[in-house]
Each structure stands twice: as structure tokens, then as C-alpha cells.
């Protein structure tokens, strides 16, 4: 398998993510690789031990969260966008559909104990199981896979402890943003199955890489780190370089 295909063909695709999250938000510098990262690792983290989440937060309404969750929705694996899921709800449609999971309006889901520990135990493969109990026996359920938190008041430290947290601002007057029509289905129609494609064919680089991490270059300044991902601008700069440093390591 040719390595050196697998990273340009994979640099291809994160560059059309990068200009589509680019073209439709006011992202601070850098943010549209994070989120081009993680919404391709959505379609391989069942090669990984974790996925950590997306906690999208904003200080007021307006500010964009919906259009980015429509974004990452069209472009994850397998997406499915819930308001207020149940406990029950949540563990059935992870284990039967595996997806990437849109959590809108978290605040008031996450208020429950119950839900908060199922969601904290999902970022985890190693942690992401339920069991429950039936009168024909117990039962486990997987609730292990991506999930996009999207809230305007803060969520439990658990949850910041286990995301890469994306700030929203109100748009200015001078900023221009191409506008996203929510009916627009032919948003990631395209690179959704380039996607998919990429993973499938190149699925034993993809699997010795995650046996095989490569360390993610540390910042010049000090900041925080969730799981080793960039949260401030100059953290979100080592994303790329951690790439090109993958493939030259591998390619080399």
C-alpha cells in the first residue's frame, strides 16, 4: 500500500473541509483544520482507543452554533442530530447505527446524572459500555463514538475534560460569511463518499497509525491541551505540523 498516496490524498480532502468550515464561520485562526481533523477522524475512529469531543459554546445566541452542527453533520460519518434524546434512546442508537452523534441544546440533557455518566463513559472504547438489565438477562450496549456537544451555558468539567472546545463569536458588520441554507442537501454530498472511499482503501495505514502514534509537536506557549489537540492559536498551529511530521515519518 503506497503510503505517500495516502497523505496527499488525505491532505486533498482535509483542504476541502478546510475551505468549506472557511467559507460558512468566523473561525479564529486554525480552527477550520481542527475541525476538518476531527470530522475525517469520524469516519475512522473505530481504528482509535478515543474520540474525543466537540463542545461547540458560544456567550449568546446568533452566534453560528446551528450552521456549524449542520456543517458537521453533513460531513461526519454516519451523523444523526438529536434535541432532549433519553438515556434509553441514546445507548439503542449508538449500538445499532454506531454515528457520529449532534447533541444541540446539551444543557438540559447533561443536567441528568445518568445521561452526564453515559456520555462521560463514551470517549472511551476501553469505558464505552452500558449494561442493563431485563427479565430475559443483562444486556450491553457500545456508546463509544463521536459526539458534537452544542450549548450557550457551560457543561460539566467531566465533558470540557473529554472535548476540543470551539468558541463562537457574533459575526461584525465586516465579516463575510457565505450564508448555508439549512435545506441544502447537496452540502458534503461530494466528499462524503471521497471520504469513506479514503478510509476503506488505505484501512491498513490507517490502523498502523493508530497502533503507531506519532507525538504532536508542543507549542511554543503554554495553553491548554485536551488529548493532545490544539485548543489555542498557537496549539492549533502544531495540528498541521503533527500531520506533515506523520507523513514524513511514515513516508520517509
Not at 503506497?2 to 468549506?20: P, V, Y
Not at 481542527?34 to 474520540?51: A, D, G, N, Q
Not at 463575510?176 to 458534503?188: K, Q, Y
Request: proline share 6%.
Amino acid at each position: 500500500m503506497n503510503t505517500q498516496h495516502f497523505f496527499r490524498e488525505g491532505e486533498a480532502l482535509l483542504q476541502e473541509l478546510e475551505s468549506i468550515y472557511d467559507a460558512h464561520m468566523k473561525l479564529e485562526e486554525g480552527l477550520p483544520l481542527v475541525l476538518s481533523l476531527w470530522t475525517l477522524h469520524t469516519h475512522m475512529y473505530k481504528y482509535f482507543r478515543i474520540t474525543p469531543y466537540l463542545w461547540i459554546n458560544s456567550p449568546v445566541r446568533g452566534c453560528g452554533k446551528t450552521t456549524l452542527c449542520t456543517l458537521l453533520h453533513s460531513l461526519s460519518a454516519n451523523a444523526h442530530y438529536t434535541v432532549g434524546i433519553s438515556k434509553a434512546a441514546l445507548y439503542r442508537i449508538i449500538e445499532t447505527l454506531a454515528p457520529t452523534l449532534v447533541l444541540d441544546e446539551a444543557e438540559g440533557t447533561l443536567n441528568d446524572r445518568d445521561m452526564l455518566a453515559l456520555v462521560n463513559a463514551g470517549y472511551s472504547r476501553a469505558t464505552g459500555t452500558v449494561v442493563r438489565a431485563y427479565r430475559d438477562g443483562l444486556r450491553s450496549y457500545q456508546v463509544f463514538c463521536p459526539k458534537i456537544i452544542s450549548s450557550i451555558k457551560p457543561v460539566p468539567h467531566t465533558i470540557v475534560d473529554r472535548s476540543i472546545k470551539i468558541e463562537l463569536q457574533r459575526l461584525l458588520e465586516t465579516d463575510m460569511v457565505a450564508p448555508l441554507h439549512e435545506d441544502d442537501e447537496s452540502l458534503g454530498q461530494d466528499l462524503l463518499p471521497k471520504m469513506h472511499g479514503w478510509v476503506e482503501q488505505y484501512r491498513g495505514i490507517s490502523r498502523a497509525l493508530t497502533v503507531h502514534p506519532i507525538s504532536v509537536p508542543a507549542p511554543s506557549t503554554p495553553g491548554k491541551r485536551t488529548f493532545g489537540v490544539p485548543c489555542s492559536r498557537s496549539h492549533m498551529c502544531c495540528a498541521r505540523a503533527a500531520w506533515r511530521n506523520c507523513k514524513r515519518q511514515r513516508c520517509d
